[in-house]
């Protein structure tokens, strides 16, 4: 595995002086603190929207999503009945997808009762190891519901919680160092991966989500 100075260096020459000011930073764990449910909720679904789909049209529907899903208060959605779902599913205001609109029922109810275990989704966040983040990538994939590959981590980078993302770059980046395998979505491709971005962590002080970016600058595209 090469040692990060090498990958900054390699970064730098393919990025140029521009490197450091287009490299992303975590939030605080006051400001993921400060973040209500609903907007958890709401952000998870904008992900779960977006995956595998166009982004712009998701955001021009937005406010749709908005008015549908009642602001997306996670109690009030975690006790809705799968019929008003169906319905939901098919409102014009919103992108008509009937498993997608599944997933805000499981979604809510996996925050509600999160929140009734740490006080609050945001504490959940931000009491989280970043040493062990594909751990919490498990949990969002084994409570809630179309939260894997990386939509999970992507909702998460979109938060401001510290994570890697396994991009087309950073898994050509890592299958290129023999970190990880062909696929890069395997228990023992997380496990390696996070041991490899635990020790770049240690040797330049940096938080998982600047290494991640750095390291997808390392493969020309």
């Known amino acids: ?49 977006q995956s595998g789909f166009v ?46 609109v599944q997933t805000v029922r499981k979604n809510a109810q996996m925050i509600v009762d999160i929140t009734a275990e740490h006080g609050s989704f945001g504490r959940f966040l931000a009491q989280w190891p970043a040493d062990n983040i594909v751990g919490l990538w498990e949990v969002l994939v084994k409570r809630g519901a179309r939260l894997g590959g990386n939509t999970g981590p992507f909702f998460l980078r979109r938060q401001g919680k510290d994570t890697f993302l396994f991009t087309r770059d950073v898994t050509v980046a890592l299958q290129r160092m023999d970190i990880i395998g062909k696929n890069p979505h395997t228990k023992g491709s997380g496990k390696a991966a996070q041991l490899a971005f635990n020790t770049w962590c240690q040797q330049s002080g940096r938080s998982l989500s600047e290494i991640s970016r750095i390291l997808s600058y390392t493969v020309v595209s």
């Open 1 to 49: 595995m090469q040692n990060f100075e090498h990958i900054y260096a390699m970064a730098l020459a393919h990025k140029g002086p521009t490197l450091e000011e287009s490299l992303p930073h975590p939030q605080p764990a006051e400001a993921l603190l400060a973040i209500s449910d609903d907007r958890y909720l709401a952000s998870m679904t904008r992900s779960v929207f």
């Open 55 to 100: 982004w712009r049209v998701v955001e021009h529907k937005w406010p749709g999503f908005e008015t549908v899903f009642q602001h997306f208060n996670p109690e009030l959605l975690s006790i809705l009945p799968e019929d008003v779902y169906g319905q939901m599913a098919t409102d014009q205001r919103i992108i008509r997808n009937g498993q997608k």
